[in-house]
C-alpha cells in the first residue's frame, strides 16, 4: 500500500519445548516463548496475533536473573546479562505440537 507505513518490530520472540514434569502428559494447548525483558503480556498478545494469527486465553511470564559474579581484574561484582531472559507461558485456543 502506497503512503501507509508499516511497522516492523524490533525483537526476537524463540519459541522453546514446553517442560512436562514426570508422569504428566505434554500439554498442546500451551506453548512457551522466550521474549526481551521489555516486552510486556500485552505486547506478546498483540505479537502472536498480529503477525501469525495465533488467538490466546492466558499469558504468564517469568523473569530470569543471572548470577552475580566477581570480574577477574579487581574482584568487582557482575552481573551476567547474557543469561538474564524473560520467559512466557502462553495458552493457545488451538492446539500446536511442537515440531
Do not use: C, H
Not at 511497522?7 to 514446553?18: Q, W
Not at 503480556?41 to 498483540?46: A, G, L, R
Not at 504468564?60 to 579487581?74: H, L
Amino acid at each position: 500500500i502506497v503512503g501507509q507505513r508499516i511497522y516492523l518490530p524490533n525483537f526476537v520472540i524463540r519459541l522453546v519445548r514446553n517442560s512436562s514434569p514426570p508422569g504428566r502428559p505434554y500439554d498442546p494447548y500451551m506453548a512457551t516463548f522466550r521474549v526481551p525483558r521489555s516486552l510486556t503480556k500485552m505486547d506478546i498478545k498483540s505479537y502472536l496475533l498480529a503477525v501469525y494469527g495465533v488467538e490466546t486465553t492466558f499469558i504468564r511470564t517469568e523473569n530470569f536473573v543471572s548470577q552475580i559474579t566477581r570480574s577477574a581484574d579487581g574482584g568487582r561484582k557482575v552481573r551476567m546479562s547474557k543469561r538474564t531472559y524473560k520467559r512466557a507461558f502462553v495458552g493457545l485456543v488451538d492446539p500446536f505440537y511442537y515440531p
